[in-house]
Nanobody, 123 residues
């Protein structure tokens, strides 16, 4: 049984940093992706890491500010977020899927989701 548990969200001022964690169980060598969803908005892929190769990709809004990484020994994926902006405020979700040719940012292709962790950035 797959289980994803996020933590690390909170409230920070603009320019601050947060590190989100996602502890995964029941899966290996999957693509792991961080999504976010603001109120009334669609779920958007922020960053992804492919389990086998460790190759990463980012949404343009995250490039240069966010870093996704994984610790295989701890079965944990991290999202380090620096230089946070008010528009980064959202619920952040960790998701996992088996390899597919579909775009990593297509949230409909993910079967496994965490419960989410809230990030609030004040101006």
């Amino acid at each position: 049984q797959v289980q994803l548990v996020e933590s690390g969200g909170g409230s920070v001022q603009a320019g601050g940093s947060l590190r989100l964690s996602c502890v995964a169980s029941g899966i290996t060598n999957n693509r792991m992706t961080w999504f976010r969803q603001g109120p009334g908005k669609e779920r958007v892929g922020v960053a992804t890491i492919f389990g086998i190769s460790g190759v990463t990709s980012y949404d343009d809004s995250a490039k240069g500010r966010f870093t996704i990484s994984r610790d295989n020994a701890k079965n944990t994926v991290y999202l380090q977020m620096n230089s946070l902006k008010a528009e980064d405020s959202a619920m952040y979700y960790c998701a996992a899927r088996t390899p597919t040719l579909r775009s990593w940012s297509d949230y409909t292709t993910y079967d496994n989701w965490g419960q989410g962790t809230q990030v609030t950035v004040s101006p």
